[in-house]
C-alpha cells in the first residue's frame, strides 16, 4: 500500500472478500444457526461480484445465505460492523443486497424467527419426482450408515420449479462459469440426491446434490443425452455421492433404445477423473474387456459392446480399455510395459504429428532448407519429452481409478 494517501488508506480497509464474508449453510435444526460447524464458503463470486471478487464500503462484512437442507426455503441476511459512508462523506458502498437479490429468488425470509418456523414444517417436505437408487454409507461421525437416495424429477412435480429456482443458487458459487438454464425447455432431466435421516421420529431429507440433463436429438428418434450442470453440495463432497449420482444417470439412460451414447458438455477435469471411474465400473464385466481381449489391443468389438450395452461413446471407451489394460499388465515385464507404452503413446500422438505437418508447411515457406531440417529436430526432441510426460501423467491418473476400483 507504499504511495497511497491516509484517505486512500483508511478507504482500503472497506475492502472485503466476498468469498470469506458470504457463508453458506445447510440446516437441519434450530442450533445449526449459531453452529459455526456447518457453516461453509464459495469457491467463487466472480459472477456476482466482479472479477476481483470483493465488496467495497464494509468492515466486518457477512452476507448470510441459510438454507432449510430439504426444501431450500432461504433466509438472507446482510451484517456488518461498519460501513464506509458512515465515516466518509461522498463515498458509497457496493450495493450488496441487491447484487444478490438478481441471483436468488423471490420468497425469503429476513428474519431469523420467520425462517425457523418454516424449519418447523421441514417434516412435510418430499423428494420429487421418481426414486431411481437408494444406497448407504457409513458415516464415522456418526458412527452409523446413513441412507440416500436419487431421484429423476421435472417441471410437471408440485413445487419443483420455485425448489429448483433455490437449488440452481448454489451453481453461481461453485461452478466458474455457471449460468441458469432455460427451465421452460422440456428436454431437461433432472436428477437430485437426498439423504434421509431422522429428527423426533419423523423421517426428513436433505439437499445432497443434484445433475442436470440435456436431451440432444441427433436424429428424429435418437437423442444424445448431455451432462449440463453437476454439483454435490460442500458438506457431502469426498463421501462418493457424485459416482453413486453419474452411475445411476447413466444406468437410467442405459435402457432406452433411443440414446445413442452419454456425453457432457464441456467436462471439467474431476468431472473426467470421476466419468473414468464410473465407466470402468460398468465396463469391467463386459466379455470384449477380459484380460485375454485386453492384451490383443484396443478393437471394434469393444467399441460396438460399450455403445450398445452401456451407451459409451468410442473415445470414453478407448479410456476404458487403456484403463482396464493397465490393470491387465504386468508394468514389471518389460516386453508388456513397453507394448501397453507403445499402444497408449499411439493415441497420444495424433496431435503431434498434425502440429508436426503444419510447421513442416510453414517452414518451407519462411525458411531455408537446411534451417528447416534443424529446427523440425529440436520440435520433434520437445515433442518425445511432451509425450512422454503425457503418458506418464495419464498412467498416473488411471492408477487412482484402479485403486479407487479396488476399494469399491
Known sequence: MAGLTATEKKLAEYKCNTNEAIQLKLVRFPEDLEDENTTFNPEYSHQVFGDDEVAFGYKGLKI????????LSTLFRVEYTS????KFDCV?????ESKIREI???GFCTNTDDFVSLLEKEVNFKP????????????????EDITYQIYKADMTCPGFREYHERLQTFLMWFIETASFIDVDDERW???LVFEKYNKDGATLFATVG??????????PDKTRPRVSQMLILPPFQGEGHGAQLLETVHRYYMSSPTVLDITAEDPSENY????????VKLCQDLLCFSPVKLMQGFSQEMVTEAQQKLKINKQHTRRVYEILRLRATNMGDAEQSRSYRLDVKRRLIGPYKKKQRELAKMRRCLRPEEMTNQLNQIDLNLQREQLEESFQQLVSDYRRVLERLAQA
Open 272 to 279: 473426467v477423473k470421476l466419468r473414468d471411474f464410473v465407466l
Open 104 to 106: 436468488i429468488p423471490p
Open 92 to 96: 458509497e458502498a457496493d450495493d450488496v
Open 128 to 143: 420429487f419426482g421418481m426414486l431411481l437408487h437408494t444406497y448407504s454409507i457409513h458415516n464415522e461421525e456418526a458412527g
Open 64 to 71: 448470510l445465505l441459510y438454507y432449510i437442507a430439504g426444501n
Open 83 to 86: 460501513r464506509v459512508n458512515e
Open 210 to 219: 443434484y445433475m442436470t440433463v440435456y436431451n440432444y436429438y441427433v436424429y
Open 189 to 191: 432431466n433432472y436428477f
